[in-house]
Structure formats: C-alpha cells, structure tokens
C-alpha cells in the first residue's frame, strides 16, 4: 500500500499482521489434515482429469469411425448393373421406386430390369425395416439421456417384483434378443455354407459383374416366404456401398470396405424374427483359393 495515496501509516502493520494470521490458518488446516483426505483429493483430481481425456478421445474415435463407415460416395443408380451416377441425371429422367422413396433410378428401362431380374422388393423391406429400427434406438437413447441421476439410480436398485410381472423385464427381453438373434445366426450360415458350395462360382461371377459397374457392394439374400412375393427375378440383389451406408451396420460396412472382389464376396442375409421384423446377418466368404475354385466357402 503506498502511504502517500491516503492510508495511514499506522494501517500498514495491522494488515502485515493479518497476512500473516492468514498463512498461519491455512498452514494450520493442511497440517491438520490427514494424508488420506491429500490422497483421497489427488485421487479424485486425476480421475477427473482422465475422465476428461477419454471423453475427448472417446469422441474423437466416434468421430472417425463415422467417416470411415460413412464415406463421400456419389449416389447410383440403383440397378446394379448400371451404376450411372445420378448426379448428372435430370429430374424429370429420373424414375423413383415404387415400393421405397428413397431408391431411384436412372431411366424405367433400369428400374424395370431391377424388377425383372433382381429381387427389388427384399431391398425395399430392408431399407424400410432398418430405418424404423434406427429409429427407435434414436428414441430410446434420446430417453436415455435425459433421464435424472435418480431414475437412473432406480434402475440400479433390484426390483422383488421383477418375477411377478407379466410383460417381463428389460433383462428378460434383451435375453430373448439376443437368443433370437444368436439363433438366427447359426440358421445363416448353414444355408450361406450350403448355397455358397452349390452356387458360389455363379454368384460371385454376378456380383463382381456389378462391382465392376456399381463399385463395392454386397449380395442381399431374403430367406422368408415374402423374398419372391411379386418379384419375378432372381432370389437375390446386389446392394452398393453408398446404400449400404443407410443400414448403419459396422460389421457390413467393415466387410465391404476390406473384401477383395477378386475372389471373395459379401453376403447379407435377411430373415424375419418372431419378436422383431427382421434379422439381418453378414457374411464374408472366399471364393477361391491360391486363384483355384474352393468346393465350400470360407466364413
């Protein structure tokens, strides 16, 4: 303090005094202190500091792991064996799907020959039915998060009741999925492993027929009663990579980004579940081995 701005003299010793009051106190408490109470704040401090390390790396993987299985892709026709670009397509030449918005054509001949010779129909389902899954796990997890820390507390506190009910508990239900679903797994890859050793040199010639037209894609087959229901072609399609981003399965995607065309080829098989409307199961099978046919396929 300056003396000469107006303050006494007499000021500058009752305030030294205090100073020095003040370090005594606060020497005083942190010599009182436990070291379990220093422990137990270090501890605390470096879990918040790592907590906030692996939410910015958690975010940042996140982050590159959707533009990995999302890449920049130019929209396709949808016919296969096309694989014209839409973008330099007109409006008014384009010819939209019949049973699914979201899927179009290049011309009516294409969306015709889709119709004819592919199982347009199946492709239409799986798009509607993931996009209504996808839905609901938004709804879901939006519920999720804005839920308070006492109802997620509740979650944790057993329920005696739980036996007692009959809707059946959460628990119960994501036992039944995932039994369902391990079931339905097993089924595809018998009949992968039986179709691909009777039909495998023949499909995968198809398929790699369209990924020279329309890229990297993979071969969609639906195993249930409505699969040819008004389809008069072939029990199987040929989906490419920029659709196939819309199903927002990593395991798909990740087989599709890594399989090599020459002798090996995607499967995805589409079943329908009891619970859910459909369970959908990829595959990646080789073809050939050392450049000779195989008589079964590889999973």
């Known amino acids: 303090i300056d003396p000469d701005a107006g303050c006494s003299k007499s000021v500058l010793p009752f305030l030294a005094e205090m100073q020095d009051d003040l370090f005594v106190l606060v020497g005083g408490v942190m010599k009182g202190m436990p070291w379990v109470v220093w422990a137990f704040t270090a501890i605390m401090a470096l879990s918040l500091v790592l907590t906030y390390v692996r939410m910015a790396t958690d975010e940042k993987r996140r982050e590159e792991q959707y533009i990995r299985e999302h890449p920049k892709l130019p929209e396709l026709c949808t016919f296969p064996l096309c694989g014209i670009p839409l973008k330099g397509v007109k409006e008014a030449d384009r010819a939209p799907s019949r049973m699914h918005p979201d899927v179009a054509y290049c011309s009516r001949e294409c969306r015709r020959r889709d119709a004819s010779e592919n199982n347009h129909r199946s492709l239409a389902l799986l798009l509607r039915y993931r996009s209504e899954e996808l839905a609901e796990r938004r709804r879901l997890e939006e519920i999720e998060r804005n839920k308070s820390i006492f109802q997620h507390l509740e979650e944790l506190v057993p329920n005696p009741h739980v036996g007692l009910n009959p809707g059946g508990s959460l628990p119960a239900i ?11 797994a097993m089924t595809s890859r018998r009949f992968c492993e039986a179709y691909v050793e009777k039909y495998g040199l023949a499909v995968h010639h198809w398929a790699f027929e369209c990924h020279a037209k329309s890229g990297r894609g993979c071969v969609l087959i639906h195993l ?35 399989y090599d065309a020459a002798r090996e080829i995607v499967i995805y098989v589409l079943q329908r579940g009891i619970d859910k409307k459909h369970i959908s199961t990829p595959f990646l099978y080789s073809v050939y081995k050392d450049g000779k046919p195989r008589a079964g396929g590889e999973a």
């Open 174 to 184: 994501r036992a039944s999925d995932r039994v369902e679903r391990e079931a339905a």
């Open 224 to 258: 249930s009663e409505k699969a040819l229901d008004r389809s008069s072609g072939s029990p199987l399609t040929y989906i490419a990579q920029g659709m196939l981003c819309r199903l927002d399965d990593y395991t798909l995607n990740d087989f599709v980004r890594r």
